[in-house]
Each structure stands twice: as C-alpha cells, then as structure tokens.
C-alpha cells in the first residue's frame, strides 16, 4: 500500500467516507499505536474526530514519497495531542507495514470476485470452458458459479449439483471446488462431483490424476483413478472405496455404453441420463449381465424394451413417473 494511498484513507476516515472494514483498520491501529495513555478510549465521537483532524494534517503536510518516514509533528497545546504526538511519530513507520500487510485482505473484502453464475435446465446438459482452459462438464439441474478471470494464487468454482470437470495442469495455481462444505483440490486433473441433497451426500470420483477432498479444514482422503469418496453431510462420515469411474461419468458421454455391466449398473445411468426413478420389483434382477450399446437419441422407452428383452424383465410406468422393472431375475 503506497503513502498516497494511506493518505487517501486517512483522510476518507476523518470525513466519514470509509467503510466498516476500512474504520476497523484504522481503529486497530490507533488502539495499538497512537495512544501513550488512556484519553484516546474516554473521548466521545466528536472528540475523536477533532483529534484525528489535527493528527491527518500533520500526516499529510510532512509524509511524501521521497522525504524520509519519521515524521516531526510540532507540540500541541492540547494535553492529549502532547502525549500522542511522540508515539504517533514513532507509530507512523507502523502504519505502512500494519497496512500494507492487511491492504490485499481489506480489499478482497470490500471488492470481492464477481462471480457468474450458470445453471443447466432439467433434462438438459452443458459444456464451458473457463478461463485458465478447464473444461466443465454439467448435469441436469446443476449450477455452478465461476469467475471471468482467476485471480490471486488459486482458482476457485462452487458447485451445486453433478459436474465432471477435466481441469488445466497449473501446479502454481490450486483449483478448488466447494460443494456445501466440501472441498476439493487439484493441480491438473478429471474428476467428477455429484451433490445429491435427497441423500445428504457429494460422491467426489476421479478418472485421471489425483485430488485431495476435504470437510473444511480436516482431509477426508486423497483419490487417484477409479477411486471415490462418499460425504454424508448429515451424518459428516465419508466413505472411500473403488468404482469404476466410466459408470460414474457416463452421464456426461455421448452415448451410453453397456459393456458387460450389471442390470443395476444400466439402470443407474439411465436413471442419471434421463433424471427418472427406476426400481426393481426383484433384487435378483441386479445381478443379470448383458452387453450393448445405445446412442444418446433414443428414447427411454425404446431403450427399456432392449435391455429388459435381454434379461427377460418387463417394466412399467408407475403414475408418479417412476419406473419398475419385474422380472425373474437371473441364477
């Protein structure tokens, strides 16, 4: 923080043009510094300002950028002004280094990051690419918020909802994303975040790389690929274990892909393709394998024919809109 711009706060604070933020700051350092005795906490508003008055004025008639900083300040009549002129002088070297340190915190705060925020319709998916390179991939009914540019020394998203993101290796520069209270770090990665606030869970499960997830302060775990961590936010347990991660992103792919997979592991990806409820009458039906392929412009219905003739299930639309699938099951 530069003398003028020290200036140009004291002088906003003597005429009552500075924010709470900015009067906090200024305030902190005259308890601390500005102040031999006890006066400066027994005067009244006015009495305050009428001090700090004379006190700017002498800041600002002897701090200039080429003159050196111990500043003389003549001696005033004023018992109060007698006894603060000598700490204020030794004070003043103070108040570049209290500031300049604090100056990057006071504005974040009173200017903080604009943030744009997207939020995807249902039954409807996006792609964005954010500014460092990133690429985002989002579900139906998700948002996330971005800003246009990255600044400082990390790059930071909030997420609600499922996205998968393929993240721009910057090892200087932190990616973070908070989802609730979640946090997820990486350098350079592709992972994928799902929120599911009617099960009070955030599944974090990584298809490149590695990221580290964590509760606020305290690390929930470190996955590399196929690995994924599951947060209760209710309950604040987290469960890490192995998946196989293109199940889990095969929402955000152009077609779906049954490559030797579970009825139950077909089910869940319709059930995120088309954002509907599918059951099984019988839990046998899980357990049935089958493979093949069907392109993303089928409709669920013609794509519920083909799998349950596989595995010699019918299914039905229940009048919630639900879906349940009956059949035998497999041996």
Known sequence: MSRNQIEALLDRYVKGETSPEENALVERWLEKNGN?????????????????????????NTVHADEAKVIPLPQRKYPLWRSAAAAVAAAVLIIFSV???EWPTLQNRLHPVQLTAL???ANQKKEITLADGSR????AGSEIKYPKVFPGKVRKVYLAGEAYFDIAHNAHKPFIIHTGKVITTVLGTAFNIRESKSKNTIEITVTRGKVSVANGEKLLGVLTP???????TLKEE???????????????????????VSFADAVSQLQQRFNVKINFSNDKLKDCRFTGTSLN?????NILKVI?????????TKSDGSILINGAGCK
Not at 240 to 252: E, P
């Open 36 to 60: 031999s005795n006890a006066d400066w906490a027994g005067l009244d508003q006015p009495g305050k300002n009428k001090w700090l008055s004379t006190l700017f004025g002498d800041i600002k």
């Open 119 to 121: 939020r995807v319709p």
């Open 238 to 260: 987290a469960f890490k274990g192995t998946v196989d991660a293109n199940l889990v992103i095969a929402w955000q792919q152009s077609e779906l892909h049954f490559d030797d």
């Open 297 to 301: 412009g089928e409709k669920l219905d």
């Open 136 to 139: 985002v991939w989002l579900n």
């Open 99 to 101: 500031l300049y340190i």
């Open 308 to 316: 349950c003739a596989f595995n010699s299930a019918t299914y039905q």
């Open 226 to 232: 196929n690995q994924q961590i599951s947060f209760n």
